[in-house]
């Protein structure tokens, strides 16, 4: 079994793409390098910060490695909270103290989208591969609306308040496994796996 570095401590994360990837690789975690510091994400667009976490990585432990970000993108509000999406309310210093960023997070969104008609929004996700000290990324997309509250207990980040075009349920109302055949991540990894069974096996 191929072993490839994911430049990540979130577990959710980790579950999701194992659960996609299979077992034909192992998804190797940063905790399970030891590297307990969080990478910053310093970049202005998507793609910087998934690229800026993937060679920090792959410098540092000289590994095949990949890393990705994700951004919410809402029309109505030019596209907020984009690239800021993961720290969105303590970017603009509106998160509470011991608030849950996540909470804050949608809490701010909400706000910002009260009264407004136009609620088409799509998730983005990017992912950055180092391979062999190559860069390759791959893009996967999902439009949906956002909803006026939320809806459903599973997920994380933003999903209880995005419903995907087709669907009655947000991400949030959705099992992991459901939500895996559709979600914006799951179509980056499948391009990712892709790439990889084409060249490294």
Request: proline share 2%.
């Amino acid at each position: 079994m191929k072993e490839l570095i994911f430049a990540t401590h979130n577990l959710n994360k980790i579950r999701e793409i194992q659960d996609l990837i299979g077992t034909k690789y192992k998804i190797m975690c940063l905790d399970d390098l030891g590297y307990n510091e969080e990478i910053l994400e310093n970049q202005m667009s998507i793609e910087g910060n998934a690229a800026e976490k993937a060679i920090l990585i792959y410098n540092m432990f000289h590994k095949d490695c990949f890393a990705d970000d994700t951004g919410l993108e809402v029309e109505a509000i030019d596209g907020q909270p984009g690239v800021f999406s993961a720290r969105y309310a303590e970017h603009t210093g509106e998160l509470k103290p011991g608030e849950n960023v996540s909470d804050a997070n949608i809490r701010k969104l909400l706000i910002l989208m009260k009264g407004k008609e136009n609620r088409k929004a799509r998730f983005r996700t990017i992912m950055a591969l180092i391979y062999e000290g190559k860069k390759f990324f791959f893009e996967g997309l999902v439009n949906g609306r956002i909803m006026e509250k939320r809806r459903g207990e599973n997920g994380f980040g933003y999903d209880p308040v995005f419903k995907p075009v087709g669907f009655n349920e947000t991400f949030a109302e959705m099992t992991m496994r459901q939500k895996n055949r559709i979600s914006h991540r799951a179509i980056a990894i499948s391009k990712l796996v892709q790439f990889l069974q084409q060249h490294i096996e």
